[in-house]
């Protein structure tokens, strides 16, 4: 893993700085994967009833996981705001 | 011609005028000195902040094809047709998760292209040309396909021929050779605001006028059900039958995760002026999802509405591609009907123009400056770019007009599979450096040919259709018990990475030489001002000598 800390000479002094500074990846991001989870289990959403306006739940049990995407999309940018 | 639409032609034909100066005016707007380096014509700038990005990203994104290809599939099919919103729901969660550190990684060393950073990561030039070749021969088809959506709304005009297609790429080729990617965020402005309004009035107006949303699912209902059950007829139905599960979540799956590899999308990402645009844009892009979801029960207001597909092409077959435009004609006014053909037409001029930025910074960047002139000046990159983006918009165009239709929608077919083969060098490679570069050329290639070999034995005995008849695989025919089906693309690249995997474990034991990685693990992490990060727009000509190469040079 040698090739990972090699630090080359002809770069200026605060980019060699920045390169040394602590990086770790937030928890947060875990929350990601839970539309995941909500979309691609098409066995509990496959039905036609309850209906909504009378469109089948199907359609609009997947629309509603735009909504939720979002929010967990918002979450996670707030609360990783400045973070790298 | 004795049918041409005159109020709709007058009012599709004003719009199409007024995006055409905005694409030639897009090269002054937020200006930089000179439009002569990739940086410029090719990423607008780099420089593209939270609003301009949420309209070039929805716009590239959203293409006109999708707008005409996911009804027509819920008018045929049904349910299987709706994959296209769990699709563009979890696209945003993995972008969010991958793409900011593409993006880091892209602006301190100047990469333009995703070969760009698979050459510096992975320190092989061999490599990082089979990810280009990928890329170019992804993106062509999706280009012609655009102008099948145009050549759809034509059609529902009356006009026929192809001299209309043929004005409407000369002007795209004209603005997008002048001002590069700044005519596609511009025009992505109008495009946009198009489509939302046709699609919302389109959900509020039509399902009024058809008796409501009960009446629309019963119609759909009702013509799924006088079709007969398979295997004699096909799998249609207003939700999906058992066996149609896994194959609906992995194509979502697999088409999102091939959304995010393809060159275009890339382009749009690494134009955003920080990490944090990006990021911020993940949480408000699903808003064209939305549309998207209300767009596909456009599928069976048609069918409510009673529309039939009319004949289009060189095979004179009813092509299920004109549903949308003609239920637009049924059910709106003139005016609003030309409004609406309008917008799918632009639709298509915006993914159209940064695909093809997107397959000519791939061609200048990694093979004619990595083969041909690896002495090429910034100024010689920049023009080689323009000119091949017309060499690539040609050969859509060629495509389109001399070969079946059918053809290009096969080939995107294709592509969405073959573009899935570059995950683990692209994603992977952003990540770990413990894959070996052979062992990512050996899973690429295995992957690809056997993701290819499997499109090439799908058939589909309703159609008659030999050949490349779908992207489902039916698990059956490897022997086991079940009536599953999984999309191609996943298959094939879970047997890509099977293969990477193995193959490091061999080249590593064997102690081949891994190859340089000029990137380091803080690269991954810099944002926007940081020290070592390009800034296109206020360096444009010192600039030249730092972008495109990587600093230890």
Known sequence: ?84 | MADVKVTELVVFTALFLLVTVLGFVASRWRRAESLEHLDEWGLGGRNFGAWITWFLVGGDLYTAYTFVAVPALVYGAGATGFFAVPYTIIVYPLVFLVAPRLWSVSHRHGYVTPADFVRGRHGSGGLALAIALTGIVATMPYIALQLVGIEAVLKAMGIEGSWPLWIAFIILAAYTYQSGLRAPALIAFVKDTLIYLVVIVAVVYIPTKLGGWHDIFAAADKKFASTPPPPAGPADGTILSSAQTLGYSTLALGSAMALFLYPHSITGILAARSRDTIKKNMAALPAYSFVLGLLALLGYMAIAAGVTPTTSGLNNKPDSNTIVPLLFDKMFADWFAGVAFAAIAIGALVPAAIMSIAAANLWTRNIYKEYLKPDATAKQEAQMSKFASLVVKLGALVVIITLDPQFSIDLQLIGGVVILQTLPAIVFGLYTRWFHRWALLAGWAVGLFCGLFMLYDIANPLTGKQHFAGSQWALSRWGFDTKYTMYVGILAVLINAAVTVLATLALRAAGTPVGEDTTRETDYHVEAGDPGVIRAEAEAGEAAGVAGRPPAD
């Open chain 1, 1 to 84: 893993m040698a090739v990972h800390d090699r630090e080359p000479a002809s770069e200026p002094a605060p980019v060699r700085a920045a390169a040394r500074r602590h990086v770790h990846t937030p928890a947060w991001n875990l929350l990601l994967l839970i539309p995941l989870v909500g979309t691609l289990i098409p066995s509990v959403y496959n039905r036609v009833g309850p209906t909504l306006f009378s469109i089948p739940f199907f359609y609009w049990y997947q629309m509603a996981w735009i909504a939720g995407s979002v929010a967990v999309t918002l979450i996670v940018y707030r609360m990783t705001r400045g973070e790298r």
